[in-house]
């Protein structure tokens, strides 16, 4: 095989795994790809796999709370006619039947929450493969061009020093490159966000939190996980101190001082 039929052997090749790749990524709920290794579920078919599993467990964790109410009100029935314990049952079956509808609330919150985030995760995982299946392909394009040029100036060289040279067009290369790229903070779009108050992030990115005045104390917070404490008082702790942290969409930031900062990603 010439360097002419090796180089679009290649080109075949990321052409037909670009088209796996795209199938992977926008197939529908119901279809599988074949892959060397076997086949392969498209993103929407794992995501449709995992919703149903949440459903059915959340609906069966629903039922078991709707037993559960059920026969502590039936106990309550029964236990009436005792005289001496009837109040305290009756207080007893009142908190029960409260913490199962809280219970049963909470079940809900916790299915939409899902739902919300599987269907943004589709999207976005369907916007970030087209993304580099377009990266994958550009790079292949410029190494073989590359290649081409190299292989016009070095027809003596060997076989196996060839065989080298191919390893520069590998697509996984370009694609580690694209999604570094993809999460590096844009500092030319820095924010100046408020500061006690709960801001929501609209986009993924790197938060900063950063102490202005040595001798303060502050507090940082995540969905109301606190991840920055500073506390500084006249010779205990005297720094400025910072902390930055990848967030996502719908992310609730905090900072009770100094300041916070958002930067999206680039490619965001």
């Not at 059915?56 to 078991?64: A, R």
């Amino acid at each position: 095989m010439n360097m002419e039929e090796r180089l679009q052997a290649v080109v075949s090749q990321a052409e037909m795994d670009g088209v796996k790749w795209h199938t992977i990524v926008h197939g529908d709920d119901t279809t599988t790809v074949p892959t060397e290794n076997g086949d392969v579920p498209t993103v929407a078919k794992q995501m449709k796999d995992v919703h149903d599993e949440v459903v059915n467990g959340v609906i069966d964790y629903l039922t078991e709370c709707r037993n559960a109410r059920d026969v502590t009100l039936q106990t309550k029935t029964e236990t009436i006619a005792i005289k001496n314990e009837t109040n305290t049952i009756k207080s007893d079956t009142a908190i029960i039947k409260d913490e199962t509808e809280s219970l049963k609330n909470q079940s809900q919150a916790i299915f939409n929450n899902i739902a919300a985030a599987t269907n943004s995760s589709v999207l976005t995982i369907q916007s970030e493969g087209s993304t580099q299946v377009s990266n994958v392909r550009s790079a292949v394009a410029e190494q073989v061009a590359e290649a081409t040029s190299q292989a016009n100036r070095a027809e003596a060289a060997t076989s196996s020093k060839a065989n080298l040279d191919f390893s520069n067009i590998a697509p996984t290369a370009a694609a580690k490159t694209g999604i570094i790229g993809w999460i590096a903070p844009d500092w030319s779009r820095r924010q100046v966000l408020s500061l006690n108050t709960d801001v929501t992030i609209t986009k993924y990115g790197w938060v900063i939190m950063r102490n202005v005045v040595y001798n303060s104390s502050l507090l940082g917070y995540i969905n109301g996980y606190e991840v920055f404490h500073q506390y500084g008082n006249y010779g205990h702790w005297e720094e400025y101190n910072s902390f930055s942290f990848l967030v996502s969409p719908g992310d609730v930031v905090k900072l009770t001082g100094g300041e916070l900062s958002f930067l999206p990603c680039k490619g965001a």
